[in-house]
């Protein structure tokens, strides 16, 4: 323990930077979460020259099994932290499937201006060049970093610093998967130390208007995907179960298929919240563009992928049913 340096607590919920392969050069086809906390933090021993760091195993899954429950407690262990005078920051290590929405989630409900970052790998710990390491060292001494305060919760992979909101993961396999397309990422990692280069302008974190600290549950909210000769199935099945929210990840900048439109306007007059977004993954989706969301009574997306609306409308839904009220929103995360 150096008492000049921060201290960071790694929370650990699995993926591949916990996982193991057969042989070392297992790339693909590895069992992910089998690593702990303590195994993490004892094969970069370099950390101890950028944090004391604690670490805690708050899961262990593969994040295409993360579920809402599993964000509500992350995010009250998060906060519970952060509140703690002796604590500077937060790594978490997580899955790359859906790492981008544990950490949009996280940006929405975080209320703290202390550096939260997520981190994964793409290889697992027994590959060769395996990505673990550097990006655990790397989002450590970024977690640490006075040039993250408040800056919202951070990914960081790869060298490069991006913003949760814009975030994605692009491709399936290579260690350069996450990128924020267009609008850029923030900064890069160098020798241990932040370089900033932009911030987002969004509302995040300390910032936010949403509290989970009493939730123990999210509305329950779904994604239509749309593509040539969808029909009704998906909407009619989300409305069945009970939705109040679907997110209809359309074509092009959110167009309505002829045959969905009907069902989404119905599912509306039920009282079920609409939002219209895209499967495109770049730019705008436009209010009174593609439809007329006045008269619809819609929500759009703005920006915001499909998976990332889906999060924004649930914690809307914790606050409000008020259309102009979650537009509002959508214009402000
Ligand atoms: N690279 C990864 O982390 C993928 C492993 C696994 N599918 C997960 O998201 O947890």
Same mark, same amino acid.
């Given at each position: 323990?150096?008492?000049?340096?921060?201290?960071?607590?790694?929370? =650990?919920?699995?993926?591949?930077?916990?996982?193991?392969?057969?042989?070392?050069?297992?790339?693909?086809?590895?069992?992910? =979460?089998?690593?702990?906390?303590?195994? @993490?933090?004892?094969?970069?021993?370099?950390?101890?020259?950028? &944090? /004391?760091?604690?670490?805690? +195993?708050?899961?262990?899954?593969?994040?295409?099994?993360?579920?809402?429950?599993?964000?509500? &407690? @992350?995010?009250?262990?998060?906060?519970?932290? @952060?509140?703690?005078?002796?604590? !500077?920051?937060?790594?978490?290590?997580?899955?790359?499937?859906?790492?981008?929405?544990? %950490?949009?989630? *996280?940006? @929405?409900?975080?209320?703290?201006?202390?550096?939260?970052?997520?981190?994964?790998?793409?290889?697992?710990?027994? $590959?060769?060049?395996?990505?673990?390491?550097? /990006?655990?060292?790397?989002?450590? $001494?970024?977690?640490?970093?006075?040039?993250?305060?408040?800056?919202?919760?951070?990914?960081?992979?790869?060298? +490069?610093?991006? #913003?949760?909101?814009?975030?994605?993961?692009?491709?399936?396999?290579?260690?350069?998967?996450?990128?924020?397309?267009?609008?850029?990422?923030?900064?890069?990692?160098?020798?241990?130390?932040?370089?900033?280069?932009?911030?987002?302008?969004?509302?995040?974190?300390?910032?936010?208007?949403?509290?989970?600290?009493?939730?123990?549950? *999210?509305?329950?909210?779904?994604?239509?995907?749309?593509? &040539?000769?969808?029909?009704?199935?998906?909407?009619? &099945?989300?409305?069945?179960?009970?939705?109040?929210?679907?997110?209809? %990840?359309?074509?092009? !900048?959110?167009?309505?298929?002829?045959?969905?439109?009907?069902?989404?306007? #119905? =599912?509306?007059?039920?009282?079920?919240?609409?939002?219209?977004?895209?499967?495109?993954?770049?730019?705008?989706? %436009?209010?009174?563009?593609?439809?007329?969301?006045?008269?619809?009574?819609?929500?759009?997306?703005?920006?915001?992928?499909?998976?990332? %609306?889906?999060?924004?409308?649930?914690?809307?839904?914790?606050?409000?049913?008020?259309?102009?009220?979650? +537009?509002?929103?959508?214009?402000?995360?």
């Amino acid at each position: 323990q150096d008492a000049k340096l921060p201290h960071v607590v790694i929370l =650990a919920t699995g993926g591949t930077i916990a996982g193991t392969g057969a042989t070392s050069t297992t790339t693909v086809g590895y069992t992910a =979460a089998k690593v702990g906390v303590e195994s @993490l933090i004892k094969a970069v021993p370099e950390l101890s020259n950028v &944090a /004391n760091v604690t670490g805690e +195993q708050v899961f262990q899954i593969a994040s295409e099994s993360m579920t809402n429950e599993h964000w509500l &407690a @992350l995010a009250k262990r998060v906060n519970t932290l @952060l509140a703690q005078a002796d604590v !500077d920051g937060i790594v978490i290590t997580h899955g790359t499937d859906t790492l981008e929405e544990t %950490a949009y989630f *996280l940006d @929405l409900v975080v209320k703290s201006n202390k550096p939260v970052v997520l981190v994964g790998s793409m290889r697992p710990s027994t $590959a060769i060049s395996a990505d673990g390491p550097i /990006n655990l060292y790397n989002a450590v $001494a970024l977690a640490g970093s006075k040039e993250a305060v408040g800056k919202g919760v951070l990914v960081a992979l790869n060298d +490069q610093i991006n #913003a949760a909101r814009e975030v994605t993961k692009t491709n399936t396999v290579s260690t350069d998967t996450f990128k924020t397309t267009e609008l850029g990422f923030l900064g890069y990692m160098l020798d241990g130390k932040p370089r900033f280069y932009r911030a987002s302008l969004r509302k995040h974190t300390a910032e936010t208007e949403f509290d989970v600290s009493g939730l123990n549950a *999210l509305p329950a909210v779904d994604v239509a995907y749309s593509y &040539a000769n969808v029909g009704t199935a998906a909407v009619d &099945a989300f409305v069945a179960q009970g939705d109040v929210g679907i997110v209809h %990840a359309g074509t092009g !900048d959110g167009s309505l298929p002829a045959r969905t439109k009907p069902a989404l306007v #119905a =599912a509306r007059k039920k009282g079920v919240i609409i939002v219209r977004s895209s499967r495109v993954g770049q730019g705008i989706v %436009a209010r009174n563009g593609e439809a007329n969301d006045d008269e619809l009574d819609f929500v759009v997306s703005d920006t915001l992928s499909p998976q990332k %609306a889906r999060i924004l409308l649930m914690l809307a839904l914790t606050r409000t049913h008020d259309t102009k009220e979650i +537009q509002r929103m959508f214009y402000t995360y």
